[in-house]
């Protein structure tokens, strides 16, 4: 795996058995967590247009930046939980993708696969 | 930034740009394709007790592990869009999380820093 | 429409008019405010156990009270932009799961109906 | 409560214990179902602009309404699991958002409560 990711990976779980919360660490648990930093990343968004959301102010900018640090760190835990290497498993969805979404087919357009 | 992180930016930022898809892609709306993506995570488990979440049937993680993938990929290329240093947040974040969860205080609990 | 339902909208719309913030509730804006919202609720249950979140202590039921409050304000607001009977589209969609889910066939089962 | 909420709430209850579904409906379960069809609903807008969202296709309005009735659902039986009045809790935070954003002071902007 990743250099960082696999430093990043041990980090979280040390800091996790440190305080006694693998008990709470389930994999159930743990997509909640990660769903919910993603729903604060969105609260961000949600009143802006998409032109603003290109141009956030520095303060903005810098919490957005912590919430996606947040989704990276119970990312990098559930697929420690689930023996997920996170990576690897993103170069086998982009071939996937790759098929799903021909450039010749699906150029310019933001249709779901199962609808073209 | 991380190797391969750096080279996963790269080839995401291809595949959207090969498909004319920046036109879409404005933070706003990477942050609803990626909460999207956590969704269906989040619907894997949401009839599993915790116990059934840590022993999952072959093809079952085999789906979960797509979704992470899914979630890496757009999180990638929102950190990308908002030129945010993932990794390197993510530690900020760790010191973060030091601090405002000491062992000391939470061994053993749940609870937010706030509830403390 | 609901009577209740239909007392809410009005107050709803009214609401939001003072304020002159129909310029931010399109329906995309909307659905964001939604699972924001819908993610306040699951983050106090990601540490419960299940059988904890059926017993919860009186000050964390009425936090959740609030979250639920909070869903039911931006679905009947999303479903007045959209000009969809909430309550008619209800009965509806039980109907299909009735017949997606037969009781025979599914009775203590918790897939997904694709899944059987 | 409402009489269509009480009507769907008493519907939901036999369709759940008709199929033997209640082990499956603790309040931490049910905030995961709620917040997957809330992505499904948020999914249907993620690649659409604003504009677009206000003005959908009659096939695409008829699958949102269909993921508005999934959200009214399991919102309806999460609230009869927590035993809270849906309505009634509404009315009561319809008075706390007008303490927090009196018009006078929020009119035409769309900033967090915490942020003025």
Known sequence: ??????????????????????????????????IAEAAELVEHFQWLSEQESKNLPTDKQQEVAMELADILIFLIRIADKLQVDLTETAWEKIKINESRYPVDKVRGSAKRASEY
Do not use: I, V
């Open 1 to 34: 795996m990743s250099d960082q990711l696999e430093q990043l990976r041990q980090r979280l779980a040390r800091f996790a058995s440190e305080r006694d919360w693998d008990q709470f660490h389930s994999p159930k648990n743990l997509s909640m967590a990660l």
